[in-house]
């Protein structure tokens, strides 16, 4: 770096181009490592019940399905939802990955939502019907709009309801990322994911940040931009704003990254 040279973009590329962009070329193998819990170790008061918990294989067995990216997400006014769409097309377009899209259950009533004109929701993407269902992931893109730097209550809502998932500890080993919205430059678009982590910690998942694996994108400055190296975001203004095209491109780059980051784990 030179002499207040600042942060800038390396010039090395990655092997084969970014992780995910052409799964037909063969990839640098990864090492793995199997950690087995315990079972003989004593129980917590309420913590995991050994006779349930399974070995962590962050090597994850091949199968002849398609690998699945669940992207779940809330939105209130429709920006997550414009982000989530788009990076199930960044997921889709790498063979063998398949993204699905789920909103969590509304915490509001009609009434409460009616009020704060909040936009209709898409009904052609299913509410998730229970935690449980997450169990049948390979990955997961979890998105949110910020409340005071921490994801809204909804998100959490359902997050809440995951224990029985990390009792058994069924989401150990698996990665996971985050998108976000927020209605100010500064507003938490870094934070929101920050504090986000704590949920993933618990469950042993893997955090996949996006990092700068978008190249020159991350360094624009020529225009307002959400997104950080966390992940994918939006500044939604006062709520009229929409998504700009770079905005949706860095959530594209960013589920196609994760779906190559799910297919380099699912090699045997």
Request: with cysteine; aromatic share 8%; net charge negative.
């Amino acid at each position: 770096m030179g002499k207040g040279g600042g942060c800038v973009p390396s010039k090395k590329k990655f092997p084969g181009g970014v992780i995910g962009d052409d799964p037909t070329q063969p990839q640098p193998p990864i090492e793995t490592s199997k950690t087995s819990i315990d079972s003989s170790s004593t129980e917590q008061p309420n913590g995991p019940n050994p006779t349930s918990q399974r070995d962590v294989d962050l090597e994850h067995s091949s199968t002849p399905h398609s690998l699945k990216v669940f992207i779940v997400f809330y939105s209130m006014y429709g920006h997550v939802e414009g982000l989530a769409k788009r990076m199930k097309k960044g997921v889709d377009s790498v063979d063998g990955v398949e993204g699905v899209l789920y909103r969590v259950p509304e915490t509001l009533s009609p009434e409460i939502l009616v009020h704060m004109k909040a936009s209709p929701k898409d009904d052609s993407i299913p509410e998730i019907s229970s935690a449980s269902e997450l169990s049948g992931a390979d990955g997961f893109l979890f998105g949110f709009p910020t409340r005071y730097g921490c994801m809204a209550a909804q998100m959490k809502a359902f997050f809440d309801t995951t224990g029985q998932l990390w009792k058994e500890q069924s989401l150990a080993g698996k990665p996971a990322g985050f998108f976000v919205s927020t209605g100010t430059q500064g507003g938490g678009q870094e934070t929101t994911a920050w504090t986000a982590i704590t949920q993933l910690v618990h469950h042993g998942m893997l955090f996949v940040p996006v990092g700068y694996t978008f190249g020159a994108g991350m360094f624009k400055m020529d225009s307002i931009r959400g997104g950080s190296p966390y992940g994918a975001g939006v500044f939604a203004g006062d709520g009229t704003r929409e998504p700009s095209d770079i905005e949706l491109a860095l959530a594209e780059h960013q589920g196609k990254y994760m779906a190559g980051v799910v297919k380099r784990l699912a090699q045997p």
